[in-house]
Each structure stands twice: as structure tokens, then as C-alpha cells.
């Protein structure tokens, strides 16, 4: 059975509670509309501020059930783990004790399971194709689908697409509170839980990798999102104005700059994630740049790597996203399957991320 957003909350209680030199609790500042607070979980055991960390994102869209229960269900594997001085094995994919030991003590791990507890709670009670958050329909909007905002377009990343995008780059976003899938909400960040991700991001600057769990496609994707990827034209990047209004079309010549270096290591990373993912049972989940789903704005992938751009304080981010299954709400049996590919991805990126 899939977990309820009670029960995600005590089961981060009772791992805190069975591993306390292990684990801290972190509560994000920002209530949701509905008045909820859904926490973090860090596993490690060095301080939060002593050790590299990976950020690890379930539950953003309502729908996708299965990767809340699969950080869950990663961090228990972990703590046990850990524990009891033994590997981890998904399939053919394989972690040694030692690899466990690594992780554990020198890498930080902030699982946040569930980002959008309201949407979840909407999604498993009432309607269970729910997407969005649940921020109250603006006035003069009614009807049930002008509740709520897409959180992964609510990022302050290019997130004027009407004005940042080229109007034919087919940008998968909406300015209408009534649009059911991807209302970008009345403003970046404008939103609990949006805050509540760039909080955990600001506040632990040690964090060098942001995981995004999403279903379903699958596929695994790495920056960017907003046009294709360019190496060669650093002044042709989010930031420049001057392509506004014609970013976002392919194979026009404009892309987005990433270092060549970065572009590496952000392709690496997603390739070994998808080795391991693999090995499971056998699934292909590839690796590809996000642009390559759809040219996307305000995303939380986006985001997290662009931060250090905007702000040279800031910690370089490598941001993903999983694209976990191939259903919302698998039978839990594959569901459990699931599980086990984004559990055997998630190990591998924290076994090879960069940490001191
Ligand atoms: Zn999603």
C-alpha cells in the first residue's frame, strides 16, 4: 500500500527515533495552504554543515505516488543497512558494505519525501488524477481545476515564459489558475512549497546534487531545461535579455550555455544513475538533457543548477529529475519494483557525487 502523508511523517519519526546518531529532522519554515508541514530527513553522520549533500525531492506533483515511498523506502534501506555493516543490492545492482559506510558517513543525504503534502492528500482521497498544490482559486476563477499551482513551473527560473520564451517554443506551461496540469501560479515562488525547496537549498550550502522524483516516462534528466545545451557561447545563457522572446526553439542556433566541464559531470552522473537503474531488472530509463522532454520554465532541475549563476555565493548545484515507471499509481507490486530502480539510481549518484 502506498503511504498516506501521515504516515510518510511517522515513518520519518520512527527512523529518526530507531537511528538518532544517524539521522536529524529538519522542519521547512513554510506551512502549506492547507496548514500542513511535511519535513525533511538527513541521513548522515556528520553534521549537516561537515559533509558534502545530495537534496532528494518525492511528492512535487500529487499524481506520481510511487517516489515518496521510494525515498522513504531508501532511507530505511540505508539506516538498516548501515547498521547492521552490510551491503545493498536492487537486482543486479549492487552496493558493498563499504559503499553503504561512504555514504552514510560522509555524504549527506536531505530525502524530502513529500513536497506537496496537500496534493498528495487531495490526490488519495478525492481525486486521484490531482497534479497541482492546493492554493485556493483566485477570485473569479471557480470550478474545481482553478485550485492550485504547478510547483515545478513555479521556480524562479525563466519563469516569465510568456516573455522569456519564443511564442513557438511550445514552452509546457500555463498562466491560467483553471489550466489542471501546469498553472504557473501568480508568481515565482509564490508558493509554500517552492519556498520550502529553495529554504533547504539556502540553508545548506554543502548540498552539491538536487534529486527531483518524478514519474512517469522513464527517464532520467539533466540540465538543461530551458533550450538545448551550447558550450561554446557563455553570454547566450537565461540571463541575457536579449533572447527574450526567441529562447526555447530548437536547432536555431541559440542554446543555453553550459560549461563544458559541468556538462560532464551532469551527464555522467545521469548515465551512471541509469546503469544502476538498469541493472534492476533490466529497464533502460536513459539519460538525456531535460530540454529534450519539452522546453520547460520555472522547474525545480532548472532551478537548482542556475542559482550559482544568479548569485556566484551560492553552491553549484547539479539538478535532475527522474522520470521514475511508467504509471502515476502502479499496482504496488510494480510499484515496489519501481522502488527499487530509483533506490538502485539514487545510491549510485550519492556512491559517485563529488564529496570531501
Ligand atoms: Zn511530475
Not at 22 to 43: K, Q, Y
Not at 180 to 189: D, F, H, L, N, V
Request: hydrophobic fraction near 35%.
Amino acid at each position: 500500500m502506498y503511504l498516506n502523508v501521515a504516515e510518510i511523517e511517522s515513518a520519518i519519526t520512527s527512523l529518526h527515533g530507531a537511528h538518532p546518531e544517524t539521522t536529524e529532522i529538519l522542519t521547512p519554515p513554510h506551512t502549506t495552504h492547507e496548514g500542513r508541514t511535511a519535513r525533511l530527513l538527513r541521513v548522515g553522520t556528520r553534521a549537516a554543515d561537515d559533509a558534502d549533500g545530495i537534496l532528494l525531492l518525492g511528492g512535487v506533483h500529487a499524481r506520481e505516488w510511487v517516489p515518496p515511498d521510494a525515498l522513504v523506502s531508501l532511507a530505511a534501506d540505508l539506516l538498516e543497512a548501515h547498521e547492521l555493516g552490510t551491503g545493498l543490492g536492487y537486482g543486479s545492482s549492487s552496493f558493498t558494505a563499504a559503499q553503504v559506510a561512504q555514504v552514510v558517513e560522509n555524504v549527506n543525504l536531505f530525502f524530502y519525501p513529500c513536497v506537496n503534502p496537500d496534493g498528495r492528500a487531495f490526490s488519495q482521497t478525492a481525486s486521484p488524477m490531482w497534479r497541482k498544490n492546493r492554493r485556493p482559486a483566485p477570485a473569479g476563477h471557480t470550478g474545481p481545476s482553478c485550485v492550485g499551482v504547478d510547483l515545478n513551473r513555479n521556480f524562479d527560473f525563466l519563469w516569465e515564459f510568456t516573455t522569456k520564451f519564443a511564442p513557438d517554443a511550445d514552452v509546457h506551461t500555463s498562466v491560467d489558475p483553471c489550466d489542471e496540469q501546469t498553472y504557473r501560479g501568480p508568481a515565482a515562488a509564490s508558493e509554500p512549497e517552492t519556498e520550502n525547496v529553495v529554504w533547504a537549498l539556502e540553508n545548506h550550502p554543502r548540498i552539491q546534487c538536487m534529486v527531483d522524483v518524478h514519474s512517469a516516462v522513464p527517464v532520467i534528466l539533466h540540465s538543461w531545461g530551458s533550450d538545448q545545451n551550447q558550450t561554446t557561447t557563455p553570454s547566450d545563457n537565461f540571463r541575457n535579455p536579449e533572447l527574450d522572446g526567441v529562447r526555447g526553439r530548437k536547432d536555431d542556433g541559440i542554446g543555453e550555455f553550459i560549461p563544458e566541464q559541468d556538462l560532464k559531470i551532469a551527464v555522467g552522473l545521469a548515465e551512471r544513475m541509469s546503469d544502476a537503474v538498469r541493472a534492476v531488472r533490466g529497464v533502460d530509463y536513459g539519460a538525456e538533457p531535460a530540454y529534450g522532454l519539452y522546453p520547460t520554465s520555472g522547474a525545480s532541475d532548472d532551478y537548482a543548477y542556475s542559482r550559482h549563476f544568479t548569485d556566484p555565493a551560492a553552491t553549484k548545484v547539479f539538478g535532475y529529475t527522474i522520470e521514475c515507471g511508467t504509471s502515476f499509481q502502479p499496482a504496488f507490486g510494480e510499484a515496489e519494483q519501481v522502488i527499487r530502480e530509483v533506490s538502485a539510481g539514487l545510491l549510485a549518484l550519492a556512491v559517485e557525487a563529488p564529496h570531501t
